[in-house]
């Protein structure tokens, strides 16, 4: 019988309609061989059962949490609040705001609460794929590894564009 890892990562939102974009840090995390887990769940709609998550989060051997959730945007907050695990916030564009409203909320935490907050959307949602990485290769040199060569291929695609683009220049 195969041994399934434990997951390093936890990665919620606020709506099943969240999932196509969470999805983006699921997918970088899966690229460096990185367990993580999803869920649905609110900080409105189910407050004392994503409290619970957070607060049983760490005991659970997850070291880094990603919260997508657009509107009020509350959800990474609430994590943070009941965690002392890294908390990775990406508000989502669910509304007609654009995703500002859910960046400010994201954004705007107290004193001692902290969220590291990326940008908006999918973009976000890799970010914070990749800042979880960064935070677990604090102590973990095979995803320290993985970064480095990552860095290297988006190094090397810029600068091929970029030989591309003297190229079709010169003719």
């Known amino acids: 019988m195969k041994r399934v890892k434990r997951p390093l990562v936890g990665?919620?939102?606020?709506?099943?309609?969240?999932l196509p974009v969470m999805e983006e840090a699921a997918k970088v995390l899966k690229d460096a061989g990185v367990p993580c887990e999803m869920r649905v769940l609110s900080a409105h709609r189910a407050p004392?059962?994503?409290a619970r998550y957070g607060e049983t989060a760490a005991s659970k051997g997850l070291k880094v949490l990603i919260a997508g959730a657009g509107g009020a945007a509350h959800l990474a907050g609430l994590l943070a609040a009941h965690s002392t695990l890294p908390v990775v916030g990406v508000p989502l564009d669910a509304t007609r705001f654009k995703g500002v409203d859910s960046f400010l909320s994201t954004?705007?935490?107290?004193?001692?609460?902290?969220?590291?907050t990326v940008?908006?959307?999918?973009?976000?949602a890799r970010n914070a794929g990749i800042l979880a990485l960064q935070i677990l290769?604090?102590?973990d040199?095979?995803?320290?590894?993985?970064?480095?060569?990552?860095?290297?291929r988006l190094r090397e695609s810029v600068l091929e564009k970029d030989r591309?683009?003297?190229e079709s220049s010169e003719r």
């Open 11 to 18: 990665i919620v939102m606020g709506s099943d309609s969240d």
């Open 48 to 50: 004392a059962e994503t």
């Open 107 to 116: 954004l705007q935490m107290p004193p001692g609460v902290p969220v590291a």
């Open 119 to 124: 940008s908006v959307g999918k973009w976000g």
């Open 137 to 139: 290769a604090l102590g």
């Open 141 to 152: 040199r095979r995803i320290a590894s993985f970064l480095k060569q990552l860095k290297g």
């Open 164 to 166: 591309q683009l003297q």
